[in-house]
Protein backbone atom coordinates (compact mmCIF):
# COMPACT_ATOMS: atom_id res chain seq x y z
CA UNK A 1 0.00 0.00 0.00
CA UNK A 2 1.12 3.48 -0.65
CA UNK A 3 0.00 5.32 1.88
CA UNK A 4 -2.55 7.51 2.46
CA UNK A 5 -2.21 9.85 -1.39
CA UNK A 6 -3.06 5.90 -3.27
CA UNK A 7 -5.90 6.46 -5.12
CA UNK A 8 -7.11 3.30 -3.81
CA UNK A 9 -7.81 4.30 -0.44
CA UNK A 10 -10.60 6.74 -1.48
CA UNK A 11 -13.16 4.01 -3.52
CA UNK A 12 -12.28 1.98 -0.37
CA UNK A 13 -13.50 4.87 2.26
CA UNK A 14 -16.40 5.02 0.47
CA UNK A 15 -17.31 1.53 0.01
CA UNK A 16 -17.31 1.81 3.97
CA UNK A 17 -19.86 4.70 3.90
CA UNK A 18 -21.86 2.80 1.68
CA UNK A 19 -21.95 -0.94 2.56
CA UNK A 20 -21.47 -0.12 6.41
CA UNK A 21 -22.70 2.95 7.06
CA UNK A 22 -19.27 4.53 9.09
CA UNK A 23 -18.12 7.25 7.33
CA UNK A 24 -13.77 8.21 7.61
CA UNK A 25 -13.66 10.64 5.18
CA UNK A 26 -13.02 13.08 7.52
CA UNK A 27 -10.56 11.31 9.55
CA UNK A 28 -6.52 12.08 8.64
CA UNK A 29 -5.53 9.88 5.54
CA UNK A 30 -2.31 9.29 7.11
CA UNK A 31 -3.54 7.43 10.09
CA UNK A 32 -6.03 5.87 8.34
CA UNK A 33 -3.24 4.44 5.77
CA UNK A 34 -1.13 3.30 8.72
CA UNK A 35 -4.10 1.73 9.76
CA UNK A 36 -5.42 0.06 7.32
CA UNK A 37 -1.67 -1.26 5.90
CA UNK A 38 -1.75 -3.06 9.34
CA UNK A 39 -4.76 -5.05 8.18
CA UNK A 40 -3.32 -5.62 4.64
CA UNK A 41 0.02 -6.94 6.43
CA UNK A 42 -1.86 -9.27 8.57
CA UNK A 43 -3.99 -10.82 5.82
CA UNK A 44 -0.63 -10.83 3.23
CA UNK A 45 -2.57 -8.04 0.71
CA UNK A 46 -0.59 -5.76 -1.54
CA UNK A 47 -3.32 -3.23 -1.89
CA UNK A 48 -6.16 -1.78 -1.72
CA UNK A 49 -7.75 -3.19 -4.33
CA UNK A 50 -7.07 -6.82 -3.21
CA UNK A 51 -8.56 -5.96 -0.23
CA UNK A 52 -11.80 -4.53 -1.17
CA UNK A 53 -12.34 -8.36 -2.77
CA UNK A 54 -11.21 -9.61 0.36
CA UNK A 55 -14.32 -7.86 2.34
CA UNK A 56 -16.68 -8.82 -0.15
CA UNK A 57 -16.11 -12.31 0.28
CA UNK A 58 -15.12 -11.90 3.94
CA UNK A 59 -17.95 -9.56 5.95
CA UNK A 60 -15.99 -10.98 9.26
CA UNK A 61 -13.58 -8.96 8.23
CA UNK A 62 -15.36 -5.75 8.78
CA UNK A 63 -15.38 -6.15 12.24
CA UNK A 64 -10.89 -6.52 12.17
CA UNK A 65 -10.87 -3.21 10.82
CA UNK A 66 -13.31 -1.09 12.58
CA UNK A 67 -11.21 -2.71 15.84
CA UNK A 68 -7.97 -1.38 13.97
CA UNK A 69 -9.04 1.97 12.97
CA UNK A 70 -11.08 2.77 15.96
CA UNK A 71 -8.99 2.32 18.74
CA UNK A 72 -10.65 2.14 21.92
CA UNK A 73 -7.76 3.06 24.14
CA UNK A 74 -9.26 4.26 27.97
CA UNK A 75 -9.74 3.48 31.91
CA UNK A 76 -11.22 4.51 34.45
CA UNK A 77 -9.70 7.91 35.87
CA UNK A 78 -7.44 8.54 33.17
CA UNK A 79 -4.98 11.21 33.39
CA UNK A 80 -5.83 10.93 37.48
CA UNK A 81 -5.13 14.38 37.81
CA UNK A 82 -7.31 16.04 34.99
CA UNK A 83 -10.04 13.85 36.71
CA UNK A 84 -9.03 15.61 39.92
CA UNK A 85 -9.38 19.17 38.69
CA UNK A 86 -12.45 18.39 36.92
CA UNK A 87 -13.93 17.12 40.52
CA UNK A 88 -12.39 19.92 42.71
CA UNK A 89 -12.43 22.92 40.20
CA UNK A 90 -14.94 23.05 37.08
CA UNK A 91 -17.74 20.82 38.57
CA UNK A 92 -18.74 22.69 42.00
CA UNK A 93 -19.02 26.12 39.93
CA UNK A 94 -21.31 24.17 37.34
CA UNK A 95 -24.00 22.90 40.80
CA UNK A 96 -23.19 26.34 42.58
CA UNK A 97 -25.04 28.05 39.05
CA UNK A 98 -28.31 25.45 39.61
CA UNK A 99 -31.21 25.21 41.56
CA UNK A 100 -31.35 22.40 44.14
CA UNK A 101 -33.36 20.48 41.77
CA UNK A 102 -32.33 21.45 38.37
CA UNK A 103 -31.30 18.61 36.27
CA UNK A 104 -27.42 17.52 35.39
CA UNK A 105 -26.55 16.62 32.08
CA UNK A 106 -23.63 14.82 31.01
CA UNK A 107 -21.89 14.06 27.15
CA UNK A 108 -19.15 11.17 27.07
CA UNK A 109 -18.27 11.64 23.79
CA UNK A 110 -16.38 8.74 22.14
CA UNK A 111 -16.65 6.15 25.30
CA UNK A 112 -15.85 3.45 24.07
CA UNK A 113 -15.71 0.26 26.32
CA UNK A 114 -17.43 3.25 29.14
CA UNK A 115 -14.85 3.66 32.06
CA UNK A 116 -14.90 7.50 31.09
CA UNK A 117 -19.23 7.41 31.50
CA UNK A 118 -18.62 5.73 34.54
CA UNK A 119 -15.76 7.76 35.93
CA UNK A 120 -18.08 10.68 35.76
CA UNK A 121 -20.78 9.05 36.95
CA UNK A 122 -18.56 8.76 40.29
CA UNK A 123 -17.46 11.93 40.74
CA UNK A 124 -20.94 13.38 40.19
CA UNK A 125 -22.12 10.80 42.73
CA UNK A 126 -19.31 11.73 44.74
CA UNK A 127 -19.95 15.45 44.39
CA UNK A 128 -23.98 15.55 44.91
CA UNK A 129 -24.89 12.09 46.96
CA UNK A 130 -26.10 8.81 45.63
CA UNK A 131 -29.88 9.84 45.94
CA UNK A 132 -29.66 13.37 44.19
CA UNK A 133 -27.38 11.38 41.35
CA UNK A 134 -30.19 9.21 40.76
CA UNK A 135 -32.21 11.84 40.84
CA UNK A 136 -30.40 14.56 38.43
CA UNK A 137 -28.02 13.15 36.60
CA UNK A 138 -28.12 11.74 33.00
CA UNK A 139 -24.71 11.00 31.42
CA UNK A 140 -24.91 10.54 27.94
CA UNK A 141 -22.32 8.00 26.51
CA UNK A 142 -22.21 7.72 22.72
CA UNK A 143 -19.90 6.21 20.25
CA UNK A 144 -19.61 4.65 16.52
CA UNK A 145 -18.44 1.31 17.70
CA UNK A 146 -21.51 -1.44 18.61
CA UNK A 147 -19.15 -3.60 19.82
CA UNK A 148 -17.40 -1.61 22.35
CA UNK A 149 -21.16 -0.05 23.55
CA UNK A 150 -22.47 -3.25 24.29
CA UNK A 151 -19.22 -3.69 26.74
CA UNK A 152 -20.17 -0.97 28.08
CA UNK A 153 -23.69 -1.57 28.61
CA UNK A 154 -22.70 -4.88 30.56
CA UNK A 155 -20.69 -2.21 33.31
CA UNK A 156 -18.38 -5.72 34.13
CA UNK A 157 -14.62 -5.04 34.62
CA UNK A 158 -11.90 -7.32 35.48
CA UNK A 159 -9.50 -6.63 38.36
CA UNK A 160 -6.98 -4.51 36.01
CA UNK A 161 -9.45 -2.36 35.10
CA UNK A 162 -10.27 -1.02 38.19
CA UNK A 163 -6.78 -0.59 39.48
CA UNK A 164 -7.03 3.33 39.14
CA UNK A 165 -10.15 3.40 40.95
CA UNK A 166 -9.40 4.06 44.85
CA UNK A 167 -10.46 1.02 46.82
CA UNK A 168 -13.09 2.83 48.73
CA UNK A 169 -14.99 4.06 45.84
CA UNK A 170 -14.49 0.22 44.17
CA UNK A 171 -16.10 -0.86 47.41
CA UNK A 172 -18.94 2.06 47.01
CA UNK A 173 -19.64 2.04 43.38
CA UNK A 174 -19.12 -1.65 42.35
CA UNK A 175 -20.18 -5.58 43.38
CA UNK A 176 -18.19 -8.81 42.34
CA UNK A 177 -19.64 -11.29 40.62
CA UNK A 178 -17.72 -14.31 38.81
CA UNK A 179 -14.25 -12.87 39.48
CA UNK A 180 -15.51 -9.16 37.73
CA UNK A 181 -16.70 -5.85 39.28
CA UNK A 182 -19.68 -4.73 38.01
CA UNK A 183 -20.73 -0.99 38.52
CA UNK A 184 -23.91 0.03 41.27
CA UNK A 185 -26.96 -1.40 39.45
CA UNK A 186 -29.13 1.80 40.85
CA UNK A 187 -26.38 4.53 39.43
CA UNK A 188 -26.27 2.61 36.22
CA UNK A 189 -29.69 3.39 35.36
CA UNK A 190 -28.46 7.53 35.02
CA UNK A 191 -25.82 6.34 32.14
CA UNK A 192 -27.28 5.71 28.83
CA UNK A 193 -25.31 4.19 25.85
CA UNK A 194 -26.31 4.95 22.48
CA UNK A 195 -24.59 4.80 18.86
CA UNK A 196 -23.38 8.27 17.69
CA UNK A 197 -21.56 9.70 15.02
CA UNK A 198 -19.59 13.05 16.05
CA UNK A 199 -18.92 13.59 12.19
CA UNK A 200 -22.65 13.22 10.38
CA UNK A 201 -25.31 13.38 13.45
CA UNK A 202 -26.59 16.64 15.52
CA UNK A 203 -25.31 16.53 19.01
CA UNK A 204 -27.12 16.61 22.10
CA UNK A 205 -28.08 19.87 23.49
CA UNK A 206 -28.09 21.21 27.07
CA UNK A 207 -24.64 19.98 28.27
CA UNK A 208 -23.64 20.93 31.60
CA UNK A 209 -20.22 18.23 31.13
CA UNK A 210 -18.81 17.52 28.11
CA UNK A 211 -15.75 15.11 27.71
CA UNK A 212 -14.58 13.78 24.47
CA UNK A 213 -10.73 12.58 25.30
CA UNK A 214 -8.26 12.25 22.42
CA UNK A 215 -10.96 11.94 20.14
CA UNK A 216 -10.44 14.96 18.32
CA UNK A 217 -6.49 14.34 17.17
CA UNK A 218 -7.33 11.66 14.92
CA UNK A 219 -9.75 13.88 12.62
CA UNK A 220 -8.59 16.53 10.34
CA UNK A 221 -8.72 20.09 11.25
CA UNK A 222 -11.44 20.97 9.02
CA UNK A 223 -13.61 18.20 10.93
CA UNK A 224 -12.54 19.30 13.97
CA UNK A 225 -13.53 22.94 13.52
CA UNK A 226 -16.83 21.55 12.69
CA UNK A 227 -17.21 18.94 15.35
CA UNK A 228 -16.22 21.91 18.04
CA UNK A 229 -18.95 24.44 16.83
CA UNK A 230 -21.09 21.25 17.60
CA UNK A 231 -19.93 21.13 20.63
CA UNK A 232 -20.04 24.70 21.37
CA UNK A 233 -23.78 24.02 20.59
CA UNK A 234 -24.54 21.32 22.76
CA UNK A 235 -23.07 22.76 26.19
CA UNK A 236 -25.11 25.03 28.24
CA UNK A 237 -23.47 28.73 29.39
CA UNK A 238 -20.73 28.33 31.66
CA UNK A 239 -20.59 24.32 30.69
CA UNK A 240 -17.35 22.94 30.36
CA UNK A 241 -15.49 20.79 27.65
CA UNK A 242 -12.92 18.07 29.10
CA UNK A 243 -10.42 16.97 26.24
CA UNK A 244 -7.22 14.52 26.25
CA UNK A 245 -4.21 15.14 27.27
CA UNK A 246 -3.38 15.50 23.73
CA UNK A 247 -5.28 17.92 22.23
CA UNK A 248 -5.55 21.83 22.26
CA UNK A 249 -7.71 24.65 21.91
CA UNK A 250 -5.26 26.62 19.95
CA UNK A 251 -7.25 27.67 16.59
CA UNK A 252 -10.61 28.16 18.04
CA UNK A 253 -9.77 30.52 21.42
CA UNK A 254 -13.05 32.93 21.24
CA UNK A 255 -15.31 29.45 21.14
CA UNK A 256 -14.00 27.82 24.78
CA UNK A 257 -12.35 29.82 27.28
CA UNK A 258 -9.74 28.06 29.27
CA UNK A 259 -10.39 26.49 32.38
CA UNK A 260 -7.40 24.70 33.66
CA UNK A 261 -5.19 24.62 30.26
CA UNK A 262 -2.78 22.22 31.61
CA UNK A 263 -5.29 19.86 32.58
CA UNK A 264 -7.03 20.60 29.24
CA UNK A 265 -10.77 21.80 30.82
CA UNK A 266 -12.59 24.52 29.03
CA UNK A 267 -15.35 26.68 29.60
CA UNK A 268 -17.76 27.67 26.73
CA UNK A 269 -16.99 31.58 25.86
CA UNK A 270 -19.05 34.20 24.44
CA UNK A 271 -20.27 35.09 21.12
CA UNK A 272 -17.61 34.66 17.82
CA UNK A 273 -18.06 37.17 15.56
CA UNK A 274 -16.36 34.29 12.72
CA UNK A 275 -19.01 32.02 13.14
CA UNK A 276 -17.55 29.76 15.29
CA UNK A 277 -19.87 30.24 18.41
CA UNK A 278 -23.04 29.18 18.37
CA UNK A 279 -23.71 27.60 15.25
CA UNK A 280 -26.60 25.02 14.60
CA UNK A 281 -25.14 22.06 13.83
CA UNK A 282 -25.19 20.91 10.12
CA UNK A 283 -27.60 18.03 8.97
CA UNK A 284 -25.83 14.77 7.32
CA UNK A 285 -26.79 14.45 3.83
CA UNK A 286 -28.12 11.52 3.24
CA UNK A 287 -27.25 11.09 -0.32
CA UNK A 288 -23.63 10.97 0.92
CA UNK A 289 -22.28 14.45 1.22
CA UNK A 290 -21.58 16.21 3.95
CA UNK A 291 -23.37 19.28 4.77
CA UNK A 292 -21.61 22.34 5.81
CA UNK A 293 -22.64 24.18 9.06
CA UNK A 294 -25.60 26.36 9.16
CA UNK A 295 -26.00 29.93 9.67
CA UNK A 296 -24.61 30.99 13.14
CA UNK A 297 -27.48 32.20 15.47
CA UNK A 298 -28.00 32.22 18.98
CA UNK A 299 -30.14 29.66 20.49
CA UNK A 300 -33.21 31.73 21.27
CA UNK A 301 -32.71 32.63 17.29
CA UNK A 302 -33.55 29.15 16.35
CA UNK A 303 -36.50 28.56 18.52
CA UNK A 304 -37.71 31.65 17.21
CA UNK A 305 -37.30 30.70 13.74
CA UNK A 306 -38.89 27.10 14.48
CA UNK A 307 -42.23 28.27 15.94
CA UNK A 308 -42.62 31.34 13.02
CA UNK A 309 -46.03 31.10 11.56
CA UNK A 310 -43.98 31.73 8.52
CA UNK A 311 -43.07 28.68 6.71
CA UNK A 312 -39.25 29.02 6.06
CA UNK A 313 -36.61 26.35 4.87
CA UNK A 314 -32.52 26.79 4.41
CA UNK A 315 -30.67 25.10 1.48
CA UNK A 316 -26.80 24.98 1.47
CA UNK A 317 -24.87 25.60 -1.92
CA UNK A 318 -26.15 22.14 -2.88
CA UNK A 319 -29.30 22.30 -2.38
CA UNK A 320 -29.83 20.00 -0.23
CA UNK A 321 -32.45 21.23 2.61
CA UNK A 322 -30.96 21.98 6.28
CA UNK A 323 -33.90 23.09 7.79
CA UNK A 324 -37.41 23.29 7.92
CA UNK A 325 -39.39 24.65 10.75
CA UNK A 326 -42.91 23.44 12.20
CA UNK A 327 -44.85 25.98 9.79
CA UNK A 328 -43.23 24.37 6.76
CA UNK A 329 -43.31 20.66 7.58
CA UNK A 330 -46.69 20.64 8.00
CA UNK A 331 -47.76 23.19 5.47
CA UNK A 332 -45.56 21.05 2.92
CA UNK A 333 -45.91 17.55 4.43
CA UNK A 334 -42.38 17.32 5.47
CA UNK A 335 -40.82 15.17 7.77
CA UNK A 336 -37.23 15.36 9.89
CA UNK A 337 -36.09 12.38 7.25
CA UNK A 338 -36.52 14.58 4.76
CA UNK A 339 -33.56 16.51 6.58
CA UNK A 340 -30.56 16.28 4.59
CA UNK A 341 -32.28 15.37 1.18
CA UNK A 342 -31.59 17.09 -2.34
CA UNK A 343 -34.56 19.82 -2.82
CA UNK A 344 -34.84 18.56 -6.01
CA UNK A 345 -36.44 15.15 -4.65
CA UNK A 346 -39.18 17.12 -2.55
CA UNK A 347 -42.67 17.11 -3.81
CA UNK A 348 -42.72 20.89 -3.28
CA UNK A 349 -40.24 21.41 -6.16
CA UNK A 350 -42.81 19.34 -8.84
CA UNK A 351 -45.85 21.09 -7.08
CA UNK A 352 -44.38 24.89 -7.23
CA UNK A 353 -42.58 24.79 -10.84
CA UNK A 354 -40.99 27.86 -10.54
CA UNK A 355 -39.40 27.59 -7.18
CA UNK A 356 -36.52 25.42 -8.11
CA UNK A 357 -35.12 27.86 -11.27
CA UNK A 358 -35.94 30.50 -8.37
CA UNK A 359 -33.22 29.07 -5.57
CA UNK A 360 -30.65 28.43 -8.62
CA UNK A 361 -31.17 32.13 -9.73
CA UNK A 362 -30.99 33.47 -6.32
CA UNK A 363 -27.74 31.60 -5.92
CA UNK A 364 -26.46 32.19 -9.12
CA UNK A 365 -27.15 35.70 -9.34
CA UNK A 366 -26.67 36.65 -5.34
CA UNK A 367 -30.02 38.41 -5.87
CA UNK A 368 -33.23 37.91 -4.07
CA UNK A 369 -36.12 36.50 -6.27
CA UNK A 370 -39.65 36.71 -5.09
CA UNK A 371 -42.24 34.77 -6.26
CA UNK A 372 -45.86 36.21 -6.31
CA UNK A 373 -49.40 34.76 -6.16
CA UNK A 374 -47.83 30.85 -6.00
CA UNK A 375 -51.33 28.92 -5.42
CA UNK A 376 -50.78 25.61 -3.17
CA UNK A 377 -53.30 23.30 -2.43
CA UNK A 378 -52.74 21.48 1.23
CA UNK A 379 -51.91 17.87 0.92
CA UNK A 380 -55.13 16.48 1.89
CA UNK A 381 -56.50 18.52 -0.56
CA UNK A 382 -58.67 20.67 1.83
CA UNK A 383 -57.24 24.19 1.52
CA UNK A 384 -55.90 26.62 -1.49
CA UNK A 385 -53.53 28.89 -0.49
CA UNK A 386 -52.19 32.33 -1.87
CA UNK A 387 -48.16 32.49 -1.01
CA UNK A 388 -45.67 35.10 -1.34
CA UNK A 389 -41.96 33.17 -1.92
CA UNK A 390 -38.59 34.44 -1.23
CA UNK A 391 -35.80 32.74 -1.78
CA UNK A 392 -32.89 34.94 -0.86
CA UNK A 393 -29.03 33.91 -0.76
CA UNK A 394 -27.34 33.55 2.79
CA UNK A 395 -24.02 35.25 2.91
CA UNK A 396 -21.16 34.60 5.97
CA UNK A 397 -18.30 36.35 7.07
CA UNK A 398 -16.31 38.09 3.97
CA UNK A 399 -19.25 38.08 1.77
CA UNK A 400 -18.64 33.94 1.46
CA UNK A 401 -21.85 32.22 -0.06
CA UNK A 402 -23.42 29.58 2.53
CA UNK A 403 -26.91 28.83 0.90
CA UNK A 404 -30.14 30.30 0.19
CA UNK A 405 -33.37 30.84 3.21
CA UNK A 406 -36.92 30.15 1.42
CA UNK A 407 -39.83 31.74 2.90
CA UNK A 408 -43.46 30.91 2.33
CA UNK A 409 -45.90 34.02 3.08
CA UNK A 410 -49.18 33.25 3.42
CA UNK A 411 -51.24 35.55 1.54
CA UNK A 412 -54.57 33.83 0.95
CA UNK A 413 -56.14 36.00 3.56
CA UNK A 414 -55.09 39.50 2.29
CA UNK A 415 -55.55 38.09 -1.51
CA UNK A 416 -58.91 37.99 -0.75
CA UNK A 417 -59.20 41.01 1.23
CA UNK A 418 -57.94 42.63 -1.79
CA UNK A 419 -60.85 41.25 -3.97
CA UNK A 420 -63.54 42.62 -1.33
CA UNK A 421 -61.87 45.80 -1.61
CA UNK A 422 -63.53 46.28 -5.05
CA UNK A 423 -66.80 45.99 -3.63
CA UNK A 424 -68.99 48.45 -1.71
CA UNK A 425 -67.79 50.21 1.34
CA UNK A 426 -69.81 48.15 3.89
CA UNK A 427 -67.94 45.25 1.75
CA UNK A 428 -64.68 46.99 2.58
CA UNK A 429 -65.33 47.53 6.27
CA UNK A 430 -66.35 43.67 6.56
CA UNK A 431 -63.25 42.73 4.60
CA UNK A 432 -61.34 44.77 7.49
CA UNK A 433 -63.00 43.24 9.94
CA UNK A 434 -61.62 40.41 8.88
CA UNK A 435 -58.56 41.25 8.71
CA UNK A 436 -58.58 42.24 12.80
CA UNK A 437 -60.04 39.07 13.33
CA UNK A 438 -57.37 36.92 11.04
CA UNK A 439 -54.65 38.91 12.99
CA UNK A 440 -56.56 38.02 16.78
CA UNK A 441 -56.48 33.81 15.35
CA UNK A 442 -52.52 34.28 14.64
CA UNK A 443 -52.12 35.56 18.18
CA UNK A 444 -54.47 32.55 19.61
CA UNK A 445 -52.85 30.48 17.23
CA UNK A 446 -49.06 31.25 19.07
CA UNK A 447 -50.82 31.35 22.43
CA UNK A 448 -51.77 27.94 21.83
CA UNK A 449 -48.61 27.31 20.44
CA UNK A 450 -47.07 28.37 23.50
CA UNK A 451 -49.49 26.18 25.43
CA UNK A 452 -48.96 22.89 23.39
CA UNK A 453 -45.14 23.29 24.52
CA UNK A 454 -46.32 23.25 28.06
CA UNK A 455 -48.14 20.01 27.48
CA UNK A 456 -45.54 18.69 26.40
CA UNK A 457 -43.05 18.82 28.71
CA UNK A 458 -46.02 18.10 31.10
CA UNK A 459 -45.86 14.70 29.07
CA UNK A 460 -42.92 15.12 29.59
CA UNK A 461 -42.68 14.64 33.36
CA UNK A 462 -45.14 12.22 32.96
CA UNK A 463 -43.25 9.80 30.87
CA UNK A 464 -40.25 10.00 33.12
CA UNK A 465 -42.74 9.13 36.16
CA UNK A 466 -43.78 6.18 33.91
CA UNK A 467 -40.55 4.99 33.64
CA UNK A 468 -39.98 5.23 37.45
CA UNK A 469 -43.19 3.25 37.88
CA UNK A 470 -41.57 0.62 35.37
CA UNK A 471 -38.34 0.73 38.11
CA UNK A 472 -40.46 -0.18 40.56
CA UNK A 473 -42.44 -2.87 38.72
CA UNK A 474 -38.81 -4.67 38.07
CA UNK A 475 -37.68 -4.27 42.12
CA UNK A 476 -41.35 -6.13 42.60
CA UNK A 477 -40.77 -8.85 39.98
CA UNK A 478 -37.27 -8.92 41.41
CA UNK A 479 -38.92 -9.87 45.25
CA UNK A 480 -41.78 -12.30 43.69
CA UNK A 481 -38.81 -14.30 42.24
CA UNK A 482 -37.49 -14.26 45.12
CA UNK A 483 -40.29 -15.71 47.26
CA UNK A 484 -40.69 -18.49 44.32
CA UNK A 485 -37.26 -19.41 45.39
CA UNK A 486 -38.25 -19.79 48.83
CA UNK A 487 -41.48 -21.47 47.95
CA UNK A 488 -39.61 -24.15 45.65
CA UNK A 489 -37.05 -24.44 48.72
CA UNK A 490 -40.25 -25.27 51.12
CA UNK A 491 -41.42 -27.55 48.27
CA UNK A 492 -37.98 -29.11 48.19
CA UNK A 493 -38.00 -29.52 52.18
CA UNK A 494 -41.42 -31.42 51.91
CA UNK A 495 -40.20 -33.29 48.95
CA UNK A 496 -37.59 -34.74 51.06
CA UNK A 497 -39.62 -35.28 54.04
CA UNK A 498 -42.16 -37.61 51.73
CA UNK A 499 -39.09 -39.42 50.29
CA UNK A 500 -38.24 -40.13 54.31
CA UNK A 501 -42.05 -41.16 55.11
CA UNK A 502 -42.02 -43.28 51.83
CA UNK A 503 -38.95 -44.98 52.67
CA UNK A 504 -40.10 -45.36 56.35
CA UNK A 505 -43.02 -47.20 55.36
CA UNK A 506 -41.44 -49.58 52.73
CA UNK A 507 -39.40 -50.43 56.26
CA UNK A 508 -42.03 -51.34 57.60
CA UNK A 509 -44.10 -53.36 54.76
CA UNK A 510 -40.47 -55.42 54.47
CA UNK A 511 -40.43 -55.99 58.14
CA UNK A 512 -44.14 -57.00 58.29
CA UNK A 513 -43.81 -61.20 58.55
CA UNK A 514 -47.19 -61.38 57.00
CA UNK A 515 -47.88 -61.43 53.54
CA UNK A 516 -49.27 -57.74 52.82
CA UNK A 517 -51.28 -56.81 49.91
CA UNK A 518 -53.31 -53.42 49.60
CA UNK A 519 -55.67 -52.72 46.81
CA UNK A 520 -57.98 -49.62 46.12
CA UNK A 521 -61.85 -49.78 45.50
CA UNK A 522 -61.37 -50.90 42.10
CA UNK A 523 -59.13 -54.11 43.06
CA UNK A 524 -55.69 -52.59 41.89
CA UNK A 525 -52.62 -53.28 44.10
CA UNK A 526 -51.66 -50.36 45.38
CA UNK A 527 -49.11 -52.25 47.71
CA UNK A 528 -47.54 -55.49 47.66
CA UNK A 529 -44.65 -55.99 50.56
CA UNK A 530 -41.61 -58.85 49.89
CA UNK A 531 -43.34 -60.92 51.86
CA UNK A 532 -45.84 -61.25 49.43
CA UNK A 533 -43.07 -62.18 47.02
CA UNK A 534 -41.67 -64.50 48.51
CA UNK A 535 -45.02 -66.06 49.07
CA UNK A 536 -46.70 -65.75 45.58
CA UNK A 537 -43.09 -65.71 43.56
CA UNK A 538 -44.36 -62.44 42.27
CA UNK A 539 -42.06 -58.86 41.96
CA UNK A 540 -43.73 -55.94 43.52
CA UNK A 541 -43.06 -54.19 39.90
CA UNK A 542 -44.94 -57.08 38.25
CA UNK A 543 -47.93 -56.97 40.84
CA UNK A 544 -48.48 -53.28 41.00
CA UNK A 545 -51.63 -51.35 39.50
CA UNK A 546 -52.61 -54.99 37.78
CA UNK A 547 -56.27 -56.02 38.86
CA UNK A 548 -55.91 -58.96 42.18
CA UNK A 549 -58.50 -60.56 40.32
CA UNK A 550 -56.21 -61.25 37.55
CA UNK A 551 -53.30 -61.95 39.10
CA UNK A 552 -52.22 -66.07 38.43
CA UNK A 553 -50.52 -67.10 41.71
CA UNK A 554 -51.45 -70.18 44.16
CA UNK A 555 -54.21 -68.20 45.75
CA UNK A 556 -58.36 -68.40 44.91
CA UNK A 557 -58.55 -64.75 44.82
CA UNK A 558 -62.42 -65.02 43.55
CA UNK A 559 -62.97 -66.18 47.36
CA UNK A 560 -61.65 -62.59 48.54
CA UNK A 561 -64.22 -60.67 46.69
CA UNK A 562 -66.89 -61.26 48.77
CA UNK A 563 -64.85 -59.99 52.39
CA UNK A 564 -63.48 -57.32 50.04
CA UNK A 565 -66.76 -55.69 49.46
CA UNK A 566 -68.38 -55.99 53.01
CA UNK A 567 -64.81 -53.70 54.23
CA UNK A 568 -65.18 -51.08 50.88
CA UNK A 569 -69.00 -50.86 52.59
CA UNK A 570 -68.01 -49.18 55.65
CA UNK A 571 -67.62 -52.05 57.85
CA UNK A 572 -65.28 -50.94 60.32
CA UNK A 573 -63.93 -54.63 61.91
CA UNK A 574 -61.37 -57.17 60.17
CA UNK A 575 -62.62 -59.67 58.33
CA UNK A 576 -61.05 -63.00 58.30
CA UNK A 577 -61.69 -65.85 55.86
CA UNK A 578 -59.10 -69.25 55.50
CA UNK A 579 -58.73 -70.39 51.73
CA UNK A 580 -56.65 -73.31 50.39
CA UNK A 581 -53.53 -71.38 48.53
CA UNK A 582 -50.37 -73.09 47.18
CA UNK A 583 -47.29 -70.94 47.56
CA UNK A 584 -44.39 -70.73 44.74
CA UNK A 585 -43.00 -73.87 46.02
CA UNK A 586 -45.71 -75.52 45.16
CA UNK A 587 -46.73 -76.16 48.80
CA UNK A 588 -50.31 -76.45 49.71
CA UNK A 589 -51.30 -74.83 52.93
CA UNK A 590 -54.60 -73.12 54.57
CA UNK A 591 -54.16 -69.44 53.77
CA UNK A 592 -55.39 -66.88 56.47
CA UNK A 593 -56.59 -63.51 55.16
CA UNK A 594 -57.67 -60.84 57.35
CA UNK A 595 -59.23 -57.97 55.60
CA UNK A 596 -59.52 -54.28 56.86
CA UNK A 597 -60.92 -50.80 55.19
CA UNK A 598 -57.90 -48.59 54.02
CA UNK A 599 -59.59 -45.52 55.61
CA UNK A 600 -57.79 -42.02 54.73
CA UNK A 601 -58.35 -38.67 57.08
CA UNK A 602 -60.53 -40.55 59.17
CA UNK A 603 -63.40 -41.23 56.87
CA UNK A 604 -62.93 -41.82 53.52
CA UNK A 605 -62.47 -45.52 52.11
CA UNK A 606 -60.12 -45.69 49.64
CA UNK A 607 -59.33 -49.89 49.50
CA UNK A 608 -58.58 -52.85 51.59
CA UNK A 609 -55.55 -53.81 53.27
CA UNK A 610 -55.04 -57.68 53.34
CA UNK A 611 -52.76 -59.64 55.76
CA UNK A 612 -51.92 -63.36 54.01
CA UNK A 613 -50.36 -65.53 56.63
CA UNK A 614 -50.22 -69.40 57.63
CA UNK A 615 -52.24 -70.47 60.50
CA UNK A 616 -49.85 -70.29 63.63
CA UNK A 617 -49.73 -74.01 63.58
CA UNK A 618 -48.75 -74.89 60.35
CA UNK A 619 -46.32 -72.05 60.66
CA UNK A 620 -44.72 -73.58 63.47
CA UNK A 621 -44.30 -77.33 61.64
Known sequence: MNGADDLGLEPLLEY?????????????????????DKRLQALGLENTNQYLDFLEVHPVEFNHLFNTILINVTSFFRDQPHWESLAKDALPAILAAKAPQDPVRVWSAGCSSGEEAYTAAIILAEALGIEQFRERVKVYATDVDEEALNTARQAGYGPGDVEAVLPALVEKYFYRENGRFIFHKDLRRSVIFGRHDLVQD????HVDILICRNVLMYFNAETQEKILARFHFALNDGGVLFLGRAEMLLTYGNTFEPSDLTR????KGPKNTSGGRGQLPARANHGGNAAPAAVGEPDVYLSALETSQTAQMILDLNETLLFANERARVLFDLSHRDLGSSFQDLKITFRLGDLRAAVAQA???RRTVNLEDVQWVSPAG????????????????????????????DVTTYKRAEDQLRLTKQEVETAYEELQSTNEELETTNEELQSTVEELETTNEELQSTNEELE???EELQSTNEELHTVNEQLRVRTDELNETNAFLETVMSSVRSAVIVVDRDMKVLAWNPKARDLWGLRSEEALGKNLLNLDIGLPVEQLRAPVRVCLAGDAEARTITVPAVNRRGKTFQCVVDCAP????????????MMLHEPADETSS
Open 16 to 36: LKKSRGFDFTAYKRATLARRI
Open 202 to 205: APIS
Open 264 to 267: RIFR
Open 363 to 365: LGE
Open 382 to 409: KDELTLQVRVKPLAGPGGRLLGAGLSFV
Open 472 to 474: TMN
Open 598 to 609: LVVAGKDIRGVV
